[in-house]
């Protein structure tokens, strides 16, 4: 099979781009990267020479000769690769920028602070126990989704921008459920809510939760 993904089950950056390929109706080898088991199979070398980064997820394209990180970078490639199929961002320009924004909005400024290197991070420098890092996620999380939420007012319809599915719901779902597994309360966002209920309800958002995973533990 031409494509190849490396990711986590739990990944949310993985989960973006499964949820993208499933939006497209795209075959792919799904190869799991283990984030804890052993200290990280991200940090063997084997992983290390495909993502110097030591992060997941990596697309491996046979077709195209390519190996690209990044999640939304990875998305992108494959909406302008696959264009007969369902595109995830729009066609006009100023509609397509403000997608932009929001995807950004939630994979630049939210998910980093929560992400597992920064966790762990929090546990082993600065000493921060379970408690504390679940604290630490829910501040972070209730700002992001205060400004998304005040941003949708405008804009959304049964998604994040009107009522076809885009790059802006895949990445705010997989965000949504991060910060629901620490114990945040997504109530106080009305929108946020509605657009996650809407999005869980379709056959390429429900195969691509992390529990639907081939490494999610059984």
């Known amino acids: 099979m031409a494509l ?3 990711g986590y089950w739990r990944s949310s950056a993985t989960y973006r781009v499964r949820i993208a390929l499933n939006l497209k109706q795209l075959e792919y080898d799904y190869i799991p990267v283990h984030l804890v088991k052993d200290g990280g199979e991200q940090h063997k070398e084997g992983y290390q020479q495909l993502n110097p980064s030591e992060l997941v997820p990596t697309l491996v394209d046979d077709d195209e000769d390519i190996i690209l990180n990044q999640s939304l970078s990875i998305i ?4 302008e690769k696959y264009p007969d199929s369902q595109q995830l961002l729009p066609g006009h320009p100023v509609e397509r920028a403000r997608v932009r924004a929001l995807a950004q909005d939630i994979s630049c400024d939210m998910q980093p602070l929560n992400n597992l290197r920064v966790l762990q991070a929090l546990e082993s420098e600065f000493g921060a126990d379970s408690e504390a890092k679940a604290k630490w996620v829910k501040h972070w999380s209730q700002r992001g989704f205060s400004a998304i939420e005040q941003r949708l007012q405008t804009q959304a319809g049964k998604y994040c921008f009107d009522f076809d599915v885009s790059l802006a719901d895949v990445c705010l779902v997989p965000q949504v459920y991060a910060a629901m597994r620490f114990g945040l ?9 509605k657009i996650y209920a809407n ?9 691509a939760m992390p529990e ?3 490494d999610a533990p059984q």
């Not at 309360?185 to 809510?193: A, K, V």
């Not at 999005?199 to 195969?207: H, V, Y």
């Open 4 to 6: 190849k993904l490396y």
């Open 76 to 79: 992108e490639f494959l909406d």
């Open 185 to 193: 309360d997504i109530e106080p966002f009305p929108l946020i809510s």
């Open 199 to 207: 999005c869980n309800a379709l056959a390429p958002f429900i195969n």
């Open 212 to 214: 639907n995973q081939p």
